[in-house]
């Protein structure tokens, strides 16, 4: 079973361009999330899908950043425009249906963010 | 305001000793807490999972106990093994749905040879 894919590993951008992170989760999982880590705290939590719909944005940090879920497959996240507090790293994971299986989420490697 | 702490930045132990590493909180009320560990240009794997009305989980050499009354959770890794280095983060529900996770900072742990 492939696991959780993010696209690209890297990205160095100019404050103000536009990015756009791509997560492929492992298939026939519903669940989507997005986290980010920036340098020196702990992972915090962005946003969730259930297939193509949001259930909670409670975590996205303003109204630069931008989460699709085309077809409730992957999902890309833009940050327009980027800013220098917007570098970190962004993960990506997914999940089965809590209470119809295991609660633990999958992970990928992440996206590296690196706004100068 | 909501806090999770996990007891040190670094730790360093003895091939061969347990490890214990602490999760504590405040101003939650967790139903699910979960161990993940991470290891350096990857994200975190799951290990663990221990629900609020558990003491104890077990997996092979991975022991998690949770004490609502205290807010704590210990994580121990026996027979410590160098490939065992990594980060660990303990990692708690918001609202009981195993859903929205709210991590620690994390420990990182060094096994010596």
């Known amino acids: 079973e492939a696991g959780v894919t993010q696209f690209p590993s890297h990205s160095v951008i100019e404050k103000g361009q536009t990015v756009t992170l791509r997560c492929d989760p492992i298939s026939g999982h519903d669940n989507l999330y997005w986290y980010r880590r920036v340098m020196g705290k702990e992972i915090k939590f962005l946003l969730h899908?259930?297939?193509?719909?949001?259930?909670?944005e409670s975590g996205m940090p303003n109204n630069r950043f931008l989460a699709e879920r085309t077809g409730g497959t992957y999902s890309t996240l833009k940050v327009q425009p980027a800013e220098l507090e917007d570098s970190g790293v962004y993960f990506c994971a997914s999940s089965h249906t809590p209470g119809q299986g295991s609660y633990e989420q999958y992970f990928g490697p992440g996206t590296r963010l690196t706004v100068t | 305001s909501q806090k999770i702490e996990q007891n040190s930045e670094a730790l360093n132990i003895q091939e061969g000793k347990t490890a214990t590493l602490t999760c504590n909180y405040t101003?939650?009320?967790?139903?699910?807490l979960q161990w993940y560990r991470q290891d350096p240009g990857r994200g975190p794997v799951f290990l663990l999972l221990i629900r609020e009305n558990e003491k104890e989980k077990r997996k092979e050499r991975l022991k998690v106990t949770f004490d609502t009354t205290l807010k704590q959770s210990l994580f121990h890794i026996t027979a410590s093994q160098p490939a065992d280095s990594a980060t660990y983060l303990c990692a708690l529900d918001v609202d009981g749905s195993a859903r929205q996770l709210t991590f620690g900072s994390g420990t990182q742990l060094t096994v010596l040879p």
């Open positions: 101003n939650y009320s967790p139903a699910y």
């Open positions: 899908f259930v297939k193509e719909s949001k259930q909670d």
